[in-house]
């Protein structure tokens, strides 16, 4: 039956995924009709549980990599936002190839498929804050680019497309450089990353959580409703073209996240090329009227409320971590491998 509505249409790639289906929740509630495209490797079905009567959520689960140019998901669609793309560090030290393929070239994809769709008002990227590497603080958009892994390289290139589209075909686009995004649906399975996931599992277990380092290292932990919120405020009145860091400016230690948790710990090895602190400037996104709504210790209470959620997630501890973070000694620290002649 031909639908008698006239809601604008977005597009949200990853929409299954961690901040994509936060990303899909906002949208609805700003009246839009949305068609998630997610291959469901990382994302669940699971995220968009709670909207399945709805009739204005659809999935596809092509993957981003074989879109076609002409792809009917994009006809008509006022709003593209492209999360799908794969993460953490181990993993793209291992297969960098399958990183820049999904990151970069599935990318070069969903710009295509945007471009020819001619009606897309604006397209905006979800871009990594691990572009900056070691970077002075408070970081500022402007600061020196140097990424220390294939993983945060892939997102970097995926950026650099994204603004050549806005330059040579006159796509009008953003990218947002994602600081610590942490909230509920982060991800509970898959490989060795993501602090919230490990510690909650650790507490449900009663086991320590194991602290890198000494703790003291912070990041700047940003409540995804509040990511959600600068993607779609920069998707109304960003102008085309720019680059904004969503950050909270409120950087917290993992001692802070330990207290806030309650439990013992254990300290791990420091690892190389990880910043002991993050901190966003966020000057830039509160000039389109940006600012972070949820304080830290509110968003971690609230997670907490679903802690049973974590249940089956894989249990690291010391040793495990040192095993799964081999590669990453291996390449990224000091004795690293450098190529024979
Ligand atoms: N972290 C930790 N224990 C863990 C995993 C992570 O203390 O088992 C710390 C890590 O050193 C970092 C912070 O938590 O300071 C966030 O780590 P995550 O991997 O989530 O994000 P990223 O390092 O990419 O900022």
């Known amino acids: 039956m031909a639908r008698t509505d006239h809601k604008p249409i977005a597009v949200v790639t990853g929409g299954a995924g961690f901040i994509g289906s936060h990303m899909v929740d906002r949208l609805i509630g700003e009246g839009y009709r949305v068609r998630v495209i997610d291959n469901l490797s990382g994302g669940h079905e699971a995220n968009l549980a709670h909207l399945s009567r709805n009739r204005d959520v659809t999935l596809d689960t092509s993957d981003i990599r074989s879109l076609s140019a ?182 917290q230690t993992i001692l802070h996240l330990v207290e806030l948790l309650g439990g013992d710990v254990v300290f791990v090895p420091k690892r190389p090329g990880e910043p002991d602190c993050t901190h966003a400037n966020i000057d830039k996104i509160k000039q389109l009227g940006f600012q972070p709504q949820v304080p830290f210790a509110t968003g971690v209470a609230t997670m907490m409320r679903d802690i049973e959620l974590w249940r089956n997630a894989p249990l690291w501890d010391e040793a495990s971590i040192a095993q799964a973070t081999s590669t990453w000694f291996q390449y990224l620290g000091p004795g690293k491998r450098t190529p024979t002649a």
């Open 70 to 251: 002409n792809s009917a998901l994009f006809q008509d669609a006022e709003l593209v936002f492209h999360f799908a793309g794969i993460g953490d560090i181990v993993p793209s030290i291992e297969q960098p190839t399958q990183y820049l393929d999904t990151n970069v070239q599935g990318t070069v994809r969903v710009l295509e498929a945007s471009r020819y769709a001619k009606g897309v008002q604006r397209f905006v990227y979800a871009a990594s804050s691990s572009c900056y590497g070691l970077a002075a603080t408070p970081t500022r958009e402007d600061f020196p680019i140097q990424p220390q892994y294939p993983y945060a390289l892939s997102k970097y290139l995926g950026e650099q497309v994204v603004l050549h589209w806005g330059q040579v075909y006159g796509l009008p686009v953003n990218s947002m450089r994602i600081f610590n995004a942490y909230g509920p649906r982060v991800r509970t399975t898959g490989a060795y990353g993501a602090v919230f996931g490990v510690f909650f599992r650790q507490k449900l277990a009663g086991k320590p959580f194991t602290v890198v380092g000494d703790g003291t290292q912070s990041r700047d932990f940003i409540y995804v409703t509040d990511v959600a919120a600068a993607f779609f405020l920069a998707s109304q009145h960003a102008p085309p073209g720019e680059i904004y860091n969503v950050g909270a400016d409120n950087p």
